[in-house]
């Protein structure tokens, strides 16, 4: 240890001079006003701070980086969580316009409606099982609605049980597992959707470019302020170890923020683009299979049906506020929609039922084919896109680490050589 | 040391900062969000009081002036039930409305020379459609009262039904009478006089309500009841639909005498139902269409009810 009794800009001790400036150590302590400064301990202390400043950068550089990669993961999964909880509303709303169908043509169930149903409600079970899969957070109510799904399903086959005996019972129990299917497991699937798009939402802001480039300010601030000290203690304008440092910083700050930036208005994009249409497409094609349910509904209440002719408007507007770009489909069963519901209002409410089984199911079809169609195209390039250059995240984000410490060993030898210089 | 402490310090922050991506669960609706669950409704007024209740207005042939009553021209509007099994119900295997009413709502569209047109209507929507004008007609097992005559007009009674109550099989043999309904759950639909009508036999009756009886046959098939009361015609109907039912021999609780139920201001129309139905007591019409749908599941022979008029 030596102490060195020093004006304000002490000259760099010349090495022959070190071991005189040793001695007066004692005496420098005996006058009063006159302060010392322990050079080395300063250059051990300087060289720490600079050290743990360009670590400490790599390593939360890194790490908001890796959060940027997770978040964007997140936001490719719950994407495909929202359109697969939006699948199960859709698929159960289908398999009801299904059932209600069959109920109003009496009669026989049709083999092939009776397939298109078993298959609707295995796919929500099974959607079920896969979004439990997928996300914890959605166990719960995924579980609350395991229970009214399979309550709904055991309703329509009791009601399919009793039709088959010809007991009116059987239209009753499909009516009581329609409503309940509408007052219990809907909201739950709108609850679902909700959080998960706003997960998917929240998941996509997840790159933070303002933070690495504040960040990187902040540590070229620290070595700027370093080097300066440096400089007054040594006259050396520049640090050489502490500039490449700062270089390495620099290049890195850059290098992160832009890219997090590019990928911040990719992900803006997506969100604004295929990622809202996947959900306004979604929102249309459950609102659309609602309101062909309802108008089922409508006509097994023979007459009426003014209840279920307001939810089908309601059901209606949903489909127009979506945007959805198969609004042409829609006309095209909205149509014949409003002709049965003429042909119901002016009494015919036979030729209402001849057009709802013959002509409706087929006017819907274009529209379901062209929703699904555009769900699974535009949620197919957001997740891809969400999920498209991780490894080059990964690789830059460990190369952030390795420059850190990188531009920690630069701090370190830029020190070293001042130390070099003292001793 | 100090390196030490801060490579601690950054390992704490980053395990936070991973730890942080976890999501909240996602709620569940909150209860009461949905639909509220129907309960018995709460006396309202005291009824209105007459003595006069099954007296109609007098036959008459004037079809002019009915079919001018009418809301729609060329169209009898029917309201009936869709789900009372022999009285009004959907028929699965064609999907076509049968039954006892169904069958007198043809004869008067047939009489007054008009289409039918059957609206399924609930119970509680019977009075409230003919008030409004969405129906001209109301054929839904209804029965006839002081209360309602200061709401509708009624036809002469068609038919004489009894409230009865339907029981579990295994509970028909110990069924002695409304007493044996004490601290039991009793469904009947909303807005009819059943519930009104058991509550007061045996205040002690747990009143469970549903939208019809085809409802509480299902609440009672899923355990949520213990009996049904209603009308005779109603409840042998239920009873058919499942063999662990039955209605046990017992007293009747009420008189439930039914008329076809119309505008208040359509007297006309009522004067000329009542003709017609005259013309089906003498021409053996009614008998006919009784025992078609009702006399299989009530398994007794009965007479068309005598008209009573002065009204």
Same mark, same amino acid.
């Given at each position: &240890?030596?102490?060195?009794?020093?004006?304000?800009?002490?000259?760099?001790?010349?090495?022959?001079?070190?071991?005189?400036?040793?001695?007066?150590?004692?005496?420098?302590?005996?006058?009063?006003?006159?302060?010392?400064?322990?050079?080395?301990?300063?250059?051990?202390?300087?060289?720490?701070?600079? &050290?743990? /400043?360009?670590?400490?950068?790599?390593?939360?550089?890194?790490?908001?980086?890796?959060?940027?990669?997770?978040?964007?993961?997140?936001?490719?999964?719950?994407?495909? @969580?929202?359109?697969?909880?939006?699948?199960?509303?859709?698929?159960?709303?289908?398999?009801?316009?299904?059932?209600?169908?069959?109920?109003?043509?009496?009669?026989?169930?049709?083999?092939?409606?009776?397939?298109?149903?078993?298959?609707?409600?295995?796919? /929500?079970?099974?959607?079920?099982?896969?979004?439990?899969?997928?996300?914890?957070?959605?166990?719960?109510?995924?579980?609350?609605?395991?229970?009214?799904?399979?309550?709904?399903?055991?309703?329509?086959?009791?009601?399919?049980?009793?039709?088959? @005996?010809?007991?009116?019972?059987?239209?009753?129990?499909?009516?009581?597992?329609?409503?309940?299917?509408?007052?219990?497991?809907?909201?739950?699937?709108?609850?679902?959707?909700?959080?998960?798009?706003?997960?998917?939402?929240?998941? &996509?802001?997840? @790159?933070?470019?303002?933070?690495?480039?504040?960040?990187?300010?902040?540590?070229?601030?620290?070595?700027?302020?370093?080097?300066?000290?440096?400089?007054?203690?040594?006259?050396?304008?520049?640090?050489?170890?502490?500039?490449?440092?700062?270089?390495?910083?620099?290049?890195?700050?850059?290098?992160?923020?832009?890219?997090?930036?590019?990928?911040?208005?990719?992900?803006?994009?997506?969100?604004?683009?295929?990622?809202?249409?996947?959900?306004?497409?979604?929102?249309?094609?459950?609102?659309?299979?609602?309101?062909?349910?309802?108008?089922?509904?409508?006509?097994?209440?023979?007459?009426?049906?003014?209840?279920?002719?307001?939810?089908?408007?309601?059901?209606?507007?949903?489909?127009?506020?979506?945007?959805?770009?198969?609004?042409?489909?829609?006309?095209?069963?909205?149509?014949?929609?409003?002709?049965?519901?003429?042909?119901?209002?002016?009494?015919?409410?036979?030729?209402?039922?001849?057009?709802?089984?013959? /002509?409706?199911?087929?006017?819907?079809?274009?529209?379901?084919?062209?929703?699904?169609?555009?769900?699974?195209?535009?949620?197919?390039?957001?997740?891809?896109?969400?999920?498209?250059?991780?490894?080059?995240?990964?690789?830059?984000?460990?190369?952030?680490?390795?420059?850190?410490?990188?531009?920690?060993?630069?701090?370190?030898?830029?020190?070293?050589?001042?130390?070099?210089?003292?001793? | 040391?100090?390196?030490?402490?801060?490579?601690?310090?950054?390992?704490?922050?980053?395990?936070?900062?991973?730890?942080?991506?976890?999501?909240?669960?996602?709620?569940?609706?909150?209860?009461?969000?949905?639909?509220?669950?129907?309960? !018995?409704?709460? !006396?309202?007024?005291?009824?209105?009081?007459?003595?006069?209740?099954?007296?109609?207005?007098?036959?008459?042939?004037?079809?002019?002036?009915? +079919?001018?009553?009418?809301?729609?021209?060329?169209?009898?509007?029917?309201?009936?039930?869709?789900?009372?099994?022999?009285?009004?119900?959907?028929?699965?295997?064609?999907?076509?409305?049968?039954?006892?009413?169904?069958?007198?709502?043809?004869?008067?569209?047939?009489?007054?020379?008009?289409?039918?047109?059957?609206?399924?209507?609930?119970?509680?929507?019977?009075?409230?459609?003919?008030?409004?004008?969405?129906?001209?007609?109301?054929?839904?097992?209804?029965?006839?009262?002081?209360?309602?005559?200061?709401?509708?007009?009624?036809?002469?009674?068609?038919?004489?039904?009894?409230?009865?109550?339907?029981?579990?099989?295994?509970?028909?043999?110990?069924?002695?009478?409304?007493?044996?309904?004490?601290?039991?759950? *009793?469904?009947?639909?909303?807005?009819?006089?059943?519930?009104?009508?058991?509550?007061?036999?045996? !205040?002690? *009756?747990?009143? *469970?309500?549903?939208?019809?009886?085809?409802?509480?046959?299902?609440?009672? #098939?899923?355990?949520?009841?213990?009996?049904?009361?209603?009308?005779?015609? +109603?409840?042998?109907?239920?009873?058919?639909?499942?063999?662990?039912?039955? *209605? !046990?021999? #017992?007293?009747?609780?009420?008189?439930?005498?039914?008329?076809?139920?119309?505008?208040?201001?359509?007297?006309?129309?009522?004067?000329?139902?009542?003709?017609?139905?005259? #013309?089906?007591?003498?021409?053996?019409?009614?008998?006919?269409?009784?025992?078609?749908?009702?006399?299989?599941?009530?398994?007794?022979?009965?007479?068309?009810?005598?008209?009573?008029?002065?009204?």
């Amino acid at each position: &240890m030596s102490q060195t009794a020093t004006p304000a800009a002490a000259p760099p001790p010349p090495p022959a001079a070190a071991p005189a400036s040793a001695a007066p150590a004692p005496a420098a302590a005996a006058q009063p006003g006159t302060s010392y400064v322990d050079t080395p301990a300063l250059l051990n202390r300087w060289q720490l701070i600079g &050290m743990s /400043v360009a670590i400490v950068f790599g390593i939360v550089s890194a790490l908001l980086q890796f959060v940027g990669w997770q978040a964007d993961g997140r936001a490719a999964d719950d994407t495909e @969580q929202l359109i697969r909880v939006q699948e199960v509303k859709t698929s159960l709303l289908r398999a009801d316009a299904l059932a209600t169908n069959a109920f109003l043509k009496g009669g026989l169930e049709d083999p092939a409606q009776r397939e298109e149903y078993d298959v609707e409600i295995d796919g /929500v079970l099974g959607d079920i099982a896969n979004a439990a899969e997928a996300q914890s957070a959605d166990r719960n109510a995924l579980s609350a609605l395991n229970v009214e799904v399979t309550e709904y399903a055991t309703a329509v086959a009791q009601g399919r049980d009793n039709n088959r @005996q010809n007991y009116p019972i059987g239209a009753e129990y499909l009516n009581t597992a329609s409503a309940e299917l509408r007052a219990t497991a809907l909201p739950i699937l709108d609850e679902l959707i909700r959080a998960n798009q706003e997960r998917a939402e929240g998941a &996509m802001n997840g @790159q933070h470019p303002i933070w690495l480039f504040l960040l990187g300010v902040a540590v070229l601030v620290a070595l700027v302020w370093l080097n300066r000290e440096l400089a007054r203690h040594f006259r050396r304008r520049i640090n050489k170890g502490i500039a490449v440092a700062a270089i390495i910083v620099l290049a890195v700050t850059l290098v992160t923020a832009v890219g997090a930036w590019v990928r911040d208005s990719s992900n803006d994009g997506l969100r604004e683009g295929e990622f809202a249409t996947a959900v306004s497409e979604a929102h249309a094609r459950t609102a659309g299979n609602d309101a062909k349910a309802l108008e089922s509904l409508r006509l097994i209440k023979r007459g009426s049906g003014a209840t279920y002719e307001n939810d089908w408007t309601e059901a209606a507007k949903g489909v127009a506020d979506s945007g959805t770009r198969a609004s042409g489909e829609w006309s095209s069963y909205a149509k014949v929609h409003e002709e049965i519901v003429a042909l119901d209002d002016a009494g015919s409410w036979q030729l209402a039922r001849k057009k709802a089984i013959d /002509v409706s199911g087929a006017a819907f079809q274009p529209f379901d084919d062209a929703t699904r169609a555009a769900i699974e195209k535009n949620g197919e390039v957001a997740t891809d896109d969400l999920r498209s250059g991780r490894w080059l995240a990964l690789v830059i984000s460990a190369l952030t680490l390795l420059l850190g410490v990188a531009a920690a060993v630069a701090v370190a030898r830029g020190i070293g050589e001042r130390r070099r210089e003292f001793s | 040391m100090m390196r030490t402490r801060a490579l601690l310090a950054t390992l704490t922050a980053t395990t936070a900062l991973l730890a942080a991506c976890g999501y909240d669960a996602t709620p569940l609706p909150k209860a009461g969000d949905g639909p509220a669950a129907s309960a !018995p409704a709460s !006396p309202g007024a005291s009824p209105a009081q007459c003595d006069n209740a099954t007296q109609s207005y007098a036959a008459d042939n004037n079809k002019p002036d009915a +079919v001018q009553q009418l809301t729609n021209k060329g169209r009898l509007v029917v309201g009936v039930s869709g789900d009372t099994y022999k009285m009004g119900f959907t028929d699965p295997t064609d999907a076509e409305l049968k039954g006892f009413d169904i069958a007198f709502a043809q004869e008067i569209a047939n009489a007054l020379g008009v289409d039918l047109e059957l609206r399924v209507i609930l119970a509680s929507d019977r009075i409230k459609m003919l008030e409004n004008g969405q129906l001209d007609m109301v054929a839904r097992n209804m029965t006839v009262n002081c209360d309602r005559w200061t709401q509708v007009a009624f036809s002469a009674v068609y038919y004489n039904a009894t409230q009865k109550v339907l029981v579990g099989t295994d509970e028909a043999a110990k069924y002695t009478g409304p007493a044996s309904l004490a601290g039991k759950r *009793v469904c009947a639909p909303t807005s009819t006089t059943s519930v009104a009508n058991i509550k007061e036999i045996e !205040p002690d *009756v747990i009143a *469970v309500e549903a939208a019809n009886h085809t409802g509480c046959l299902i609440k009672f #098939q899923n355990s949520e009841v213990d009996a049904i009361t209603g009308d005779d015609t +109603v409840l042998a109907g239920l009873a058919a639909q499942d063999p662990y039912t039955a *209605v !046990p021999q #017992q007293e009747k609780l009420t008189d439930e005498p039914y008329g076809l139920a119309f505008n208040k201001d359509d007297v006309a129309l009522v004067r000329f139902v009542n003709f017609v139905l005259d #013309q089906m007591r003498a021409d053996g019409r009614w008998t006919k269409t009784y025992d078609e749908w009702l006399k299989p599941t009530l398994k007794v022979d009965a007479t068309p009810p005598a008209p009573v008029y002065g009204r």
